[in-house]
C-alpha cells in the first residue's frame, strides 16, 4: 500500500482539521495509508509522526486548530535537519507528502519538490488571505467574521461613550483581513500595510465626521500598516522565526494615543490577536478546506506532484507549486477603493 505524509505548518487556522479529514478521506478511497506528521517539518526532521485513519480523524470537522500540532520550523535553516528529514522520509517509506501551509511551509514543499524530488503536493492555508496562487486560502472567511462581529460589538459601545475605537487585526503585510471585514462591520477608516497612512489625515477625517453629530467611530488597522514619512513596522518582538519573520502588533496603541491627543476624543484600542485565528471554522472554510483535502489527495494518487491546489472563482484547480504560486499577495487596491467610499 502506498503512504503520503500530512503536515501542518506556520500559523495555525481554522479549517486545518477539516482539510485533514478529508485528506484521509480521499487516501482511504484510493487504497493509501496516511501518517501524519507531527508539528510541521519539526515532526519530519524528529521522527514524529502517528498513523491517520478514517476512523482517528472522524468528528474534527469543526474543531479549530489541527490535531497534528503546527510549528515554524524551517527544515533548510540547517543542513543537519534537511538530512534527517529527507532520511525519515525514506525509512517511513513515504511516498509522497502533502503541506498544509502558508508562504513559509509551501515555500519548504516546494524546494523539497525541485531540490530533492520528493513528490508533493501543497494546501494553501491562512487566515491572511496573502498566497498568490490562489483567490482564497482557507481561514480567512472565518477570520473575517470574528472581526466583523468584533467590529459590531465595538460599535455599540464606541456609541454609548462617544468614543473613537481603534480594532487592531492581523494580517503581516496585507490588509485583506481589515479591508473585507472592515467593509462588512462599517469601520470608518481602514488602514492597511499597502499604503501608508497620512495621520492628519485620519485625524481631519474623524474630526469631521464628530463635528458632523456622529459622536464615535471605527478605524480598523492592520498590525502591518505604517504612517507615511516613517514606514516602520511596529513590532512586539524583533527576534526572528526561523523564516525570517518578526512578531508585529502594538500600531494600533500607537494610533490610538495619537489619534486621541490631535483630535481631543476620547479613544481606546482593542487588538483582536489570536481570537482571530482560534475556534471553529465556517460554513464556507470548512467545505473550501474540504475540497482542496480531496483534490490534494487525488492528485497524489495520480502522481501529478508538485502543485498546488487552488481556488480560482468557483473552482478547484490544480497548479504548479512554484514561485508565482506561493509568493505574497497583496491587497487588491481596487477593494480598498470600495472601503474609502465610507471612510468618515
Ligand atoms: O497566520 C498568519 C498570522 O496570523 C499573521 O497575521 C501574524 O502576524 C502571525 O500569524 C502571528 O503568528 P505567530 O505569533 O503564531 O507566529
Known sequence: MKKVGLLTGGGDCPGLNAAIRAVVRKATSVNWEVLGIKNGWKGLIEGNVEPLTKYSVSGILPKGGTILGTSRTNPFKDYENTQKLLDNFKRYELNGIIAIGGEDTLGVAMRLYKEYSIPVIGIPKTIDNDIAGTDLTFGFDTAVSIVTESIDRLHSTAESHH????????????GWIATISGIAGGADIILVPETPFDINNVCNILTKRHEKGKHFSIVVVAEGATPKGSEIVITQSNQKDEFGHVRLGGIGSVLAQEIEKRTGIETRVTILGYIQRGG????FDRVLATRYGVLAMELMAKGEVGKMVALRGNKVIAIDLDKDAVKPKTLDMELYKVAELFFG
Open 163 to 174: 468614543r473613537i475605537m481603534v480594532v487592531e487585526v492581523m494580517g503581516r503585510h496585507a
Open 280 to 283: 471553529t471554522p465556517t460554513a
